[in-house]
């Protein structure tokens, strides 16, 4: 466990790598690194699941601008790369996190050090970094669903996960291997038919089918315009934070009142014959929560049961 958590920090690295960079992540390219360098606006997180032998790293790799490789190797555990995207009408810098799942990961023997042949040490077992270890939903903002059009057992995978997807994240379920059509078993109608039929409470965000080739690249244009979606729902998120916060400094400085109501008119300077209402000081210069939070600072709290607006002015 303590060897998978070395890996996210970036303390164990496997030979060959560069030392800054921990198992499992890819170095980021100069463009990226300029592009970054500007600053980011949005983080977001789209994660790639689906059964072994899917195309999740060939598609991993083809978000990055790779080659497809023909020869299959398992993925041991997870991956993560940072990839080119931009949403057309905004210039916004969108930093897009892509996750190459692995479910379960395999895990390795590795020693501290030579061990000779009379040392009764063994190995220690390093834990893999997988969907077992992680919660790749954390902090995620989309998922793309993999499965062989050509097997059975793979969309099979989908019937069983798909579900568990949290509501709030948008899904495109991805038919893999186009390119083998000749050979299909699972029919278009069958997923979409799936996907309509989930029993989803209202307000859940979309999901969406589509079809691909990572041999041809066919598909990559549509899953590119699927990542819109995510994006919107993750501004969406970030501008209503924003509004909730702002709200909160308005209503700290509208139900703002000393802690004696027995002295309160004298305090806030109300006067016979003089003005009443309650001075609201200026909010220009302040920052967006207050460097003292107190109870006062509610988000839920309500104008109507201040015990100011229940007071009879005289």
């Not at 598909?219 to 315009?225: A, R």
Request: contains cysteine; neutral net charge.
């Amino acid at each position: 466990m303590f060897s998978a958590l070395k890996k996210l920090v970036g303390s164990d690295q496997a030979p060959g790598r560069d030392k800054n960079i921990p198992a499992g992540l890819q170095s980021m390219n100069q463009a990226l690194q300029r592009r970054f360098a500007k600053g980011v606006q949005y983080n977001m997180k789209i994660v790639i699941r689906g059964d072994r032998n899917t195309g999740k790293t060939a598609l991993w790799h083809r978000l990055q601008g790779r080659p497809f490789l023909e020869e299959y190797i398992p993925t041991q555990e997870i991956q993560v790369t940072s990839i080119h995207w931009s949403y057309k009408t905004t210039d916004d810098i969108v930093k897009v996190e892509v996750w190459d799942v692995v479910d379960k990961g395999k895990c390795k023997k590795r020693g501290d050090g030579l061990k000779m042949e009379n040392d009764p040490q063994e190995a220690e077992s390093e834990m893999a970094l997988d969907a077992e270890f992680l919660d790749v939903y954390k902090n995620c903002n989309g998922v793309v669903m993999m499965f062989d059009i050509t097997k059975q057992w793979t969309f099979n995978y989908i019937l069983r996960e798909l579900p568990k997807v949290p509501t709030h994240v948008p899904v495109c379920v991805l038919g893999n291997y186009r390119d083998m059509g000749e050979h299909r078993v699972i029919l278009p109608d069958d997923v979409r038919d799936f996907i309509d039929n989930l029993d989803r409470p209202p307000g859940s965000s979309y999901f969406r089918y589509a079809e691909s080739s990572m041999k041809n690249s066919f598909g990559l244009k549509y899953l590119h315009k699927f990542f819109n979606i995510p994006f919107l729902q993750l501004q969406k998120d970030v501008r209503l934070a924003q509004e909730r916060g702002c709200a909160v400094v308005l209503v700290s400085e509208e139900v703002r009142m000393p802690a004696g109501w027995d002295c309160c008119w004298g305090r806030l300077g109300w006067k016979e014959g003089g003005s009443q209402t309650c001075p609201v000081p200026a909010l220009l210069g302040r920052p967006l929560l207050p460097a003292e939070p107190s109870p006062r600072h509610w988000v839920d709290y309500s104008l109507e049961s201040s015990p100011l607006l229940s007071c009879s002015i005289p």
